[in-house]
């Protein structure tokens, strides 16, 4: 059992002021309640829900009081949340709700959007990711990224998949081999491609191709996977393999994924977070949010009933 981290017990801002509505038990939304989703609609502050057992996990990120605005328009409102070490957590909510700007923001990918602004903060172990003097490669390196479209670079799969080495000048044969194997194990494409390793990546089917930008992805060691949709561009039994491969990889990642697909969310993630208009809704262990959410809200979207 894991334990939270000095920073997270002494100086976590507060998540979710509708906590204690919980601990009194009055968790589900009520009729004599207006909507929290309504109240959201209509500008209102709405306190996220966050379960205790989220709160009890050893954060690898901790996203703070986070706002986002694309030029004047705010894409993400004072989301506070954690994510746990080592673990699956999904991102899920309707499209536009901020699931992607969220993710892209963990490890700065928005950096290059012109008229960008943000508010709040977000750690990576206990160093804020804004602060001055972090190096945005670097940290690239340390939360590796995989897209909704898989996006091989034009040149043979062992290149593709030694390219963070590469950048960083590594020419040392024996190494890059070695990482290339192992990423390719890793990301388990290395029986299907280890005879045509000097081939393009682009002949690789779809599945392979998203199994080649996850080796990529683990190449330089990261301690976070960003996953956006990883599996929307692919057929069925590649979507299966990029989901058993998610399961093998928590143990020596912490993952965080956004997806649509509500089956794929329960699958594979130990902890979900519902999103609406920007704004977190509520957090907790998958089982609970896809089985006996604390809000009405939650419980109507994951069963389909609106979104
Ligand atoms: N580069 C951008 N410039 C301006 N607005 C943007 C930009 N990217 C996203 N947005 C807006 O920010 C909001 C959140 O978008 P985002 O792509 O994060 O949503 P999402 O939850 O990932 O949606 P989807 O499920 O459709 O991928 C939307 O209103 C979107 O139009
Ligand atoms: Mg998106």
Not at 102 to 113: A, E, K, P, T
Request: glycine share 8%; charged share 20%; net charge neutral.
């Amino acid at each position: 059992m894991s334990t939270p981290s000095p920073h997270f017990s002494s100086s976590m801002p507060a998540y979710g002021g509708a906590m204690d509505e919980i601990r009194t038990g009055k968790s589900k939304a009520t009729s004599a309640q207006p909507n929290r989703l309504a109240r959201i609609a209509s500008g209102q502050k709405v306190e996220a829900v966050i379960h205790e057992q989220v709160l009890k996990e050893t954060p690898s990120v901790e996203i703070q009081h986070f706002n986002l605005w694309y030029g004047k328009k705010q894409a993400l409102h004072d989301i506070s949340m954690p994510i746990p070490k080592g673990k699956v957590t999904a991102l899920i909510g309707p499209s536009g709700c901020g699931k992607s700007t969220l993710l892209r923001s963990v490890n700065r990918m928005n950096d290059l959007i012109d008229g960008l602004t943000t508010r709040g903060d977000i750690l990576l172990g206990s160093d804020s990711i804004f602060a001055p003097g972090v190096d945005v490669i670097e940290l690239r390196k340390r939360m590796g990224m995989v897209f909704q479209k898989p996006n091989p670079f034009p040149m043979s799969i062992f290149e593709n998949v030694v390219y963070p080495l590469r950048i960083d000048g590594q020419r040392d044969k024996s190494i890059l081999s070695q990482v290339c194997e192992k990423s390719l194990r890793g990301s388990a494409l290395w029986e299907e491609v280890k005879d045509r390793l000097h081939e393009s990546g682009l002949g690789l089917s779809g599945g392979q191709q998203q199994r080649l930008c996850i080796a990529r992805a683990i190449a330089s060691d990261p301690e976070v996977l960003l996953l956006d949709e990883p599996c929307s561009a692919l057929d069925p039994l590649a979507t299966l393999k990029i989901e058993d491969l998610i399961g093998q990889l928590q143990s020596e990642y912490t993952v965080l994924i956004v997806t649509h697909n509500m089956q794929q969310a329960s699958r594979i993630s130990d902890y979900t977070a519902f999103m609406y208009l920007g704004r977190l809704i509520e957090y907790g262990p998958t089982s609970q949010i896809f089985t006996k959410p604390h809000l009405k809200e939650t419980e109507d979207y994951v069963t389909g009933r609106f979104g």
